[in-house]
Protein backbone atom coordinates (compact mmCIF):
# COMPACT_ATOMS: atom_id res chain seq x y z
CA UNK A 1 0.00 0.00 0.00
CA UNK A 2 0.82 3.76 -0.41
CA UNK A 3 2.96 5.96 2.11
CA UNK A 4 0.50 8.49 3.78
CA UNK A 5 3.54 10.83 2.40
CA UNK A 6 2.83 10.44 -1.10
CA UNK A 7 -1.07 10.95 -0.72
CA UNK A 8 -0.37 14.03 1.16
CA UNK A 9 2.15 15.26 -1.63
CA UNK A 10 -0.74 14.32 -4.40
CA UNK A 11 -3.02 16.24 -2.49
CA UNK A 12 -0.15 18.89 -2.24
CA UNK A 13 0.06 19.27 -5.74
CA UNK A 14 -3.65 19.59 -6.32
CA UNK A 15 -3.83 22.04 -3.98
CA UNK A 16 -1.37 24.03 -5.81
CA UNK A 17 -3.05 23.45 -8.97
CA UNK A 18 -1.33 20.80 -10.29
CA UNK A 19 -2.69 17.49 -12.07
CA UNK A 20 -1.96 13.56 -10.72
CA UNK A 21 -2.70 9.96 -11.57
CA UNK A 22 -4.89 8.11 -8.91
CA UNK A 23 -6.12 4.74 -8.71
CA UNK A 24 -9.72 4.48 -8.26
CA UNK A 25 -11.30 1.52 -8.15
CA UNK A 26 -13.19 1.58 -11.93
CA UNK A 27 -10.30 2.81 -13.84
CA UNK A 28 -7.27 5.49 -12.94
CA UNK A 29 -8.47 9.40 -12.96
CA UNK A 30 -6.05 12.13 -14.06
CA UNK A 31 -7.26 14.39 -11.24
CA UNK A 32 -7.31 18.31 -10.42
CA UNK A 33 -8.97 20.25 -8.11
CA UNK A 34 -12.30 20.69 -8.92
CA UNK A 35 -12.48 24.15 -8.03
CA UNK A 36 -9.34 25.45 -10.15
CA UNK A 37 -10.39 26.56 -13.24
CA UNK A 38 -6.71 26.07 -15.09
CA UNK A 39 -5.77 22.83 -13.47
CA UNK A 40 -9.21 21.66 -14.68
CA UNK A 41 -8.37 22.80 -18.10
CA UNK A 42 -4.97 21.16 -17.75
CA UNK A 43 -6.99 18.11 -17.66
CA UNK A 44 -8.48 18.52 -20.97
CA UNK A 45 -5.34 19.85 -22.65
CA UNK A 46 -3.72 16.60 -21.01
CA UNK A 47 -5.86 14.33 -22.74
CA UNK A 48 -6.98 15.83 -25.99
CA UNK A 49 -10.55 16.06 -24.71
CA UNK A 50 -12.70 18.60 -25.73
CA UNK A 51 -13.40 21.26 -23.39
CA UNK A 52 -17.21 21.46 -23.17
CA UNK A 53 -17.61 17.83 -22.35
CA UNK A 54 -18.49 17.32 -18.68
CA UNK A 55 -16.43 15.70 -15.97
CA UNK A 56 -17.16 13.61 -12.47
CA UNK A 57 -16.54 15.64 -9.66
CA UNK A 58 -15.15 12.82 -6.88
CA UNK A 59 -15.68 13.89 -3.28
CA UNK A 60 -14.36 11.79 -0.14
CA UNK A 61 -18.08 11.62 0.98
CA UNK A 62 -22.26 11.97 0.44
CA UNK A 63 -21.55 14.79 2.98
CA UNK A 64 -19.36 16.28 0.37
CA UNK A 65 -21.06 15.76 -2.42
CA UNK A 66 -24.22 18.25 -0.77
CA UNK A 67 -22.36 21.29 -1.52
CA UNK A 68 -21.98 20.33 -5.06
CA UNK A 69 -25.28 20.19 -6.23
CA UNK A 70 -28.26 22.27 -5.42
CA UNK A 71 -30.34 19.26 -4.31
CA UNK A 72 -30.19 15.83 -3.28
CA UNK A 73 -33.53 13.93 -3.73
CA UNK A 74 -34.88 10.73 -1.86
CA UNK A 75 -33.73 8.61 -4.76
CA UNK A 76 -30.38 10.35 -4.79
CA UNK A 77 -29.88 9.54 -0.96
CA UNK A 78 -31.07 6.09 -1.30
CA UNK A 79 -28.62 4.81 -4.21
CA UNK A 80 -25.82 6.93 -2.49
CA UNK A 81 -26.72 5.56 0.60
CA UNK A 82 -26.04 1.84 -0.81
CA UNK A 83 -23.81 2.33 -2.88
CA UNK A 84 -21.07 5.04 -1.93
CA UNK A 85 -18.46 4.84 -2.05
CA UNK A 86 -18.33 2.67 -5.20
CA UNK A 87 -18.31 2.42 -8.85
CA UNK A 88 -21.69 4.83 -8.89
CA UNK A 89 -21.42 8.24 -10.59
CA UNK A 90 -25.15 10.57 -9.95
CA UNK A 91 -25.80 13.51 -12.00
CA UNK A 92 -27.79 15.73 -9.85
CA UNK A 93 -29.17 19.56 -10.42
CA UNK A 94 -25.39 21.57 -9.47
CA UNK A 95 -24.75 24.30 -6.82
CA UNK A 96 -22.20 27.63 -7.41
CA UNK A 97 -19.78 25.50 -6.40
CA UNK A 98 -19.78 23.57 -9.44
CA UNK A 99 -18.11 25.50 -12.38
CA UNK A 100 -18.79 25.76 -16.16
CA UNK A 101 -15.19 24.47 -16.30
CA UNK A 102 -16.49 21.08 -14.90
CA UNK A 103 -19.97 20.80 -16.16
CA UNK A 104 -19.36 22.10 -19.73
CA UNK A 105 -21.78 24.84 -18.56
CA UNK A 106 -24.87 22.28 -17.95
CA UNK A 107 -27.27 22.63 -15.45
CA UNK A 108 -26.12 19.28 -13.64
CA UNK A 109 -23.60 17.78 -12.44
CA UNK A 110 -21.87 14.59 -11.99
CA UNK A 111 -20.79 13.52 -8.38
CA UNK A 112 -19.04 9.92 -7.44
CA UNK A 113 -17.35 8.71 -4.16
CA UNK A 114 -14.78 7.02 -5.04
CA UNK A 115 -14.18 3.14 -3.29
CA UNK A 116 -10.25 3.04 -3.98
CA UNK A 117 -8.37 3.98 -0.46
CA UNK A 118 -5.92 5.40 -2.30
CA UNK A 119 -8.24 8.09 -3.96
CA UNK A 120 -10.27 8.63 -0.52
CA UNK A 121 -7.08 9.49 1.13
CA UNK A 122 -6.53 12.06 -1.48
CA UNK A 123 -9.62 13.50 -1.13
CA UNK A 124 -9.88 13.59 2.44
CA UNK A 125 -6.00 15.11 2.23
CA UNK A 126 -7.40 17.71 0.17
CA UNK A 127 -10.62 18.47 1.63
CA UNK A 128 -12.22 19.00 -1.56
CA UNK A 129 -13.52 17.97 -5.04
CA UNK A 130 -11.49 16.55 -7.43
CA UNK A 131 -12.31 16.29 -11.53
CA UNK A 132 -10.74 12.98 -12.55
CA UNK A 133 -11.64 11.32 -16.56
CA UNK A 134 -9.79 8.15 -17.16
CA UNK A 135 -6.18 9.20 -17.52
CA UNK A 136 -5.78 7.94 -21.18
CA UNK A 137 -5.87 9.98 -24.25
CA UNK A 138 -9.23 11.29 -25.57
CA UNK A 139 -11.25 8.17 -27.29
CA UNK A 140 -8.64 5.88 -26.05
CA UNK A 141 -8.68 2.70 -23.59
CA UNK A 142 -9.27 3.70 -20.06
CA UNK A 143 -6.19 2.74 -17.72
CA UNK A 144 -6.48 0.00 -15.27
CA UNK A 145 -2.67 -0.09 -13.85
CA UNK A 146 -0.35 2.45 -12.84
CA UNK A 147 2.18 1.34 -15.86
CA UNK A 148 -1.26 1.97 -18.46
CA UNK A 149 -1.07 5.34 -17.02
CA UNK A 150 2.62 6.20 -17.11
CA UNK A 151 2.51 4.93 -20.89
CA UNK A 152 -0.04 7.26 -21.76
CA UNK A 153 0.09 10.39 -19.84
CA UNK A 154 3.29 10.00 -17.99
CA UNK A 155 5.47 12.99 -19.51
CA UNK A 156 2.80 15.32 -18.50
CA UNK A 157 2.47 13.94 -14.86
CA UNK A 158 4.60 14.56 -12.00
CA UNK A 159 2.81 11.89 -9.89
CA UNK A 160 1.16 8.93 -10.52
CA UNK A 161 -0.18 7.05 -7.43
CA UNK A 162 0.08 3.37 -7.73
CA UNK A 163 -2.86 1.79 -5.97
CA UNK A 164 -2.80 -1.66 -7.85
CA UNK A 165 -5.25 -3.26 -10.49
CA UNK A 166 -8.57 -1.86 -10.56
CA UNK A 167 -10.50 -3.75 -9.14
CA UNK A 168 -13.80 -2.75 -11.45
CA UNK A 169 -12.30 -2.13 -14.28
CA UNK A 170 -14.53 -0.50 -16.50
CA UNK A 171 -15.50 3.12 -15.87
CA UNK A 172 -18.57 3.93 -12.96
CA UNK A 173 -22.20 3.91 -13.79
CA UNK A 174 -23.91 7.13 -14.49
CA UNK A 175 -27.00 7.48 -13.29
CA UNK A 176 -28.93 10.77 -13.90
CA UNK A 177 -31.95 11.44 -11.21
CA UNK A 178 -31.56 15.51 -11.56
CA UNK A 179 -34.94 15.73 -13.32
CA UNK A 180 -38.53 15.94 -11.09
CA UNK A 181 -40.33 14.90 -14.14
CA UNK A 182 -38.77 11.98 -15.69
CA UNK A 183 -37.46 9.18 -13.75
CA UNK A 184 -33.83 8.27 -13.07
CA UNK A 185 -32.08 7.09 -16.01
CA UNK A 186 -28.51 5.38 -16.28
CA UNK A 187 -26.20 7.40 -18.74
CA UNK A 188 -23.81 4.77 -19.02
CA UNK A 189 -23.84 1.67 -18.04
CA UNK A 190 -21.43 0.03 -15.43
CA UNK A 191 -20.23 -2.48 -12.69
CA UNK A 192 -23.55 -1.55 -10.32
CA UNK A 193 -26.68 -2.83 -12.78
CA UNK A 194 -29.78 -2.03 -13.92
CA UNK A 195 -31.03 -4.75 -11.67
CA UNK A 196 -29.56 -3.63 -8.33
CA UNK A 197 -30.50 0.43 -9.14
CA UNK A 198 -34.23 -0.98 -9.42
CA UNK A 199 -34.10 -3.14 -6.20
CA UNK A 200 -33.09 0.13 -4.31
CA UNK A 201 -35.45 2.51 -6.16
CA UNK A 202 -38.56 -0.13 -6.53
CA UNK A 203 -38.64 1.19 -9.79
CA UNK A 204 -37.15 0.48 -13.30
CA UNK A 205 -33.76 2.37 -14.50
CA UNK A 206 -33.78 2.63 -18.00
CA UNK A 207 -30.74 3.04 -20.17
CA UNK A 208 -31.12 5.77 -22.33
CA UNK A 209 -29.53 5.51 -25.70
CA UNK A 210 -29.43 9.23 -26.47
CA UNK A 211 -29.70 12.07 -24.11
CA UNK A 212 -29.23 15.62 -24.20
CA UNK A 213 -26.60 16.00 -21.99
CA UNK A 214 -22.57 15.43 -23.58
CA UNK A 215 -21.51 12.24 -22.16
CA UNK A 216 -18.28 11.41 -24.54
CA UNK A 217 -18.16 7.91 -23.68
CA UNK A 218 -21.57 8.04 -25.56
CA UNK A 219 -19.61 8.69 -28.62
CA UNK A 220 -20.32 6.06 -31.18
CA UNK A 221 -16.43 5.41 -31.27
CA UNK A 222 -14.98 5.34 -27.69
CA UNK A 223 -12.55 2.89 -25.72
CA UNK A 224 -10.81 1.96 -28.71
CA UNK A 225 -7.22 0.20 -28.90
CA UNK A 226 -5.23 1.05 -31.69
CA UNK A 227 -5.87 -2.45 -33.74
CA UNK A 228 -9.35 -2.74 -35.05
CA UNK A 229 -12.46 -4.75 -32.97
CA UNK A 230 -14.54 -6.83 -34.49
CA UNK A 231 -17.23 -8.69 -32.14
CA UNK A 232 -18.26 -12.06 -32.93
CA UNK A 233 -19.91 -14.98 -31.19
CA UNK A 234 -18.05 -18.01 -30.16
CA UNK A 235 -19.09 -20.42 -32.91
CA UNK A 236 -18.15 -18.15 -35.27
CA UNK A 237 -14.70 -16.75 -34.10
CA UNK A 238 -12.52 -19.95 -35.50
CA UNK A 239 -13.90 -19.00 -39.53
CA UNK A 240 -13.57 -14.98 -38.88
CA UNK A 241 -9.80 -15.14 -37.61
CA UNK A 242 -8.65 -17.58 -40.11
CA UNK A 243 -10.48 -15.45 -42.89
CA UNK A 244 -8.84 -11.86 -41.42
CA UNK A 245 -5.86 -14.02 -41.66
CA UNK A 246 -6.34 -14.86 -44.74
CA UNK A 247 -6.10 -11.90 -45.53
CA UNK A 248 -2.94 -11.24 -44.52
CA UNK A 249 -3.72 -8.97 -41.41
CA UNK A 250 -1.66 -9.90 -37.92
CA UNK A 251 -5.20 -11.00 -36.42
CA UNK A 252 -5.92 -11.97 -32.73
CA UNK A 253 -8.87 -13.33 -30.68
CA UNK A 254 -10.30 -12.59 -27.54
CA UNK A 255 -12.38 -15.86 -26.28
CA UNK A 256 -13.43 -18.01 -23.57
CA UNK A 257 -10.65 -20.86 -22.72
CA UNK A 258 -12.35 -23.49 -24.48
CA UNK A 259 -12.54 -21.58 -27.44
CA UNK A 260 -9.48 -22.81 -29.98
CA UNK A 261 -7.95 -20.32 -32.65
CA UNK A 262 -6.23 -21.39 -35.79
CA UNK A 263 -2.66 -21.25 -36.27
CA UNK A 264 -0.73 -17.82 -36.86
CA UNK A 265 -3.87 -15.90 -34.82
CA UNK A 266 -2.63 -14.50 -31.37
CA UNK A 267 -4.56 -15.58 -28.59
CA UNK A 268 -6.00 -13.55 -25.70
CA UNK A 269 -8.31 -15.65 -23.26
CA UNK A 270 -11.06 -13.78 -20.85
CA UNK A 271 -12.68 -15.72 -18.31
CA UNK A 272 -16.62 -16.35 -18.78
CA UNK A 273 -17.65 -14.38 -15.74
CA UNK A 274 -18.68 -10.96 -16.61
CA UNK A 275 -16.92 -9.90 -13.51
CA UNK A 276 -13.37 -11.36 -13.87
CA UNK A 277 -13.93 -10.36 -17.99
CA UNK A 278 -14.48 -6.60 -16.74
CA UNK A 279 -11.85 -6.67 -14.41
CA UNK A 280 -9.58 -7.85 -17.24
CA UNK A 281 -10.66 -6.23 -20.02
CA UNK A 282 -8.70 -3.03 -20.47
CA UNK A 283 -5.33 -4.35 -19.73
CA UNK A 284 -6.04 -6.98 -22.79
CA UNK A 285 -7.27 -4.72 -25.26
CA UNK A 286 -3.89 -2.97 -24.35
CA UNK A 287 -1.72 -6.20 -24.97
CA UNK A 288 -3.35 -6.75 -28.54
CA UNK A 289 -1.56 -3.31 -29.04
CA UNK A 290 1.09 -3.81 -27.33
CA UNK A 291 2.13 -6.98 -29.47
CA UNK A 292 1.38 -4.98 -32.68
CA UNK A 293 -1.95 -7.26 -33.99
CA UNK A 294 -3.93 -4.74 -36.59
CA UNK A 295 -7.09 -6.78 -35.75
CA UNK A 296 -8.65 -8.36 -32.40
CA UNK A 297 -11.97 -10.72 -32.53
CA UNK A 298 -13.79 -10.68 -29.43
CA UNK A 299 -16.01 -13.12 -28.12
CA UNK A 300 -18.12 -11.17 -24.79
CA UNK A 301 -19.90 -12.90 -22.47
CA UNK A 302 -23.52 -12.59 -22.15
CA UNK A 303 -25.28 -9.32 -22.24
CA UNK A 304 -26.68 -9.40 -18.89
CA UNK A 305 -25.46 -7.77 -15.72
CA UNK A 306 -21.96 -6.15 -15.88
CA UNK A 307 -22.42 -7.90 -19.74
CA UNK A 308 -24.20 -5.13 -20.46
CA UNK A 309 -21.79 -2.40 -19.79
CA UNK A 310 -19.15 -4.61 -21.37
CA UNK A 311 -20.92 -5.01 -24.33
CA UNK A 312 -21.68 -1.47 -24.31
CA UNK A 313 -18.18 -0.44 -24.28
CA UNK A 314 -17.09 -3.08 -26.61
CA UNK A 315 -19.49 -1.47 -29.34
CA UNK A 316 -17.34 1.59 -28.88
CA UNK A 317 -14.55 0.14 -29.57
CA UNK A 318 -15.57 -1.34 -32.46
CA UNK A 319 -17.80 1.62 -34.14
CA UNK A 320 -16.02 2.79 -37.36
CA UNK A 321 -13.71 5.53 -36.57
CA UNK A 322 -12.63 8.66 -38.24
CA UNK A 323 -9.43 9.57 -40.25
O1 LIG B 1 -15.31 5.33 -13.22
C1 LIG B 1 -15.31 6.49 -13.61
O2 LIG B 1 -16.35 7.16 -13.72
C2 LIG B 1 -13.96 7.12 -13.96
C3 LIG B 1 -13.13 7.22 -12.69
C4 LIG B 1 -11.82 7.94 -12.90
O3 LIG B 1 -13.88 7.83 -11.68
N1 LIG B 1 -14.12 8.38 -14.59
C5 LIG B 1 -14.57 8.52 -15.85
O4 LIG B 1 -14.56 9.82 -16.27
O5 LIG B 1 -14.94 7.60 -16.53
P1 LIG B 1 -14.76 10.23 -17.80
O6 LIG B 1 -14.59 11.71 -17.83
O7 LIG B 1 -13.87 9.43 -18.67
O8 LIG B 1 -16.25 9.91 -18.02
C6 LIG B 1 -17.20 10.65 -17.29
C7 LIG B 1 -18.49 10.73 -18.05
C8 LIG B 1 -18.30 11.48 -19.34
O9 LIG B 1 -18.83 10.69 -20.37
C9 LIG B 1 -19.09 12.74 -19.11
O10 LIG B 1 -19.64 13.25 -20.29
C10 LIG B 1 -20.15 12.30 -18.11
O11 LIG B 1 -19.45 11.44 -17.27
N2 LIG B 1 -20.67 13.42 -17.35
C11 LIG B 1 -20.02 14.25 -16.55
N3 LIG B 1 -20.82 15.21 -16.07
C12 LIG B 1 -22.04 14.98 -16.58
C13 LIG B 1 -23.30 15.62 -16.47
N4 LIG B 1 -23.47 16.72 -15.76
N5 LIG B 1 -24.34 15.09 -17.15
C14 LIG B 1 -24.17 13.97 -17.88
N6 LIG B 1 -22.99 13.34 -18.05
C15 LIG B 1 -21.95 13.81 -17.40
MG1 LIG C 1 -13.00 8.20 -20.34
Keep these: MLSDELIARAAEILRSGGVVGLPTE ?15 RQIFAI ?15 AD ?18 KFWPGPLTLVLPRSGRASDAVTGGQATVAVRVPGHPVALGVLKALGGGVAAPSANKFGGVSPTTAAHVRHDLGDALPLILDGGPCQVGIESTIV ?12 RPGFITSAQLQAVLGRPVPVVESSEVRVSGSLESHYAPKAG ?4 SPDEVRKRTAFLRESGKRVAGITPDSVALPAGVGRFHLPDDA ?10 LRDVDAQGFEVVVVVEPEQEGVGIAIHDRLK ?3 APRKG
Excluded at 229 to 232: A, D, R
Design 275 to 284: VLYAQRLYAT
Design 47 to 61: KGRPSHHPLIVHVAS
Design 176 to 187: DVSSKDLGPAIL
Design 229 to 232: VVLC
Design 64 to 81: AARSWVSSFPKEAEALAA
Design 316 to 318: RAA
Design 26 to 40: TVYGLAADAENELAV
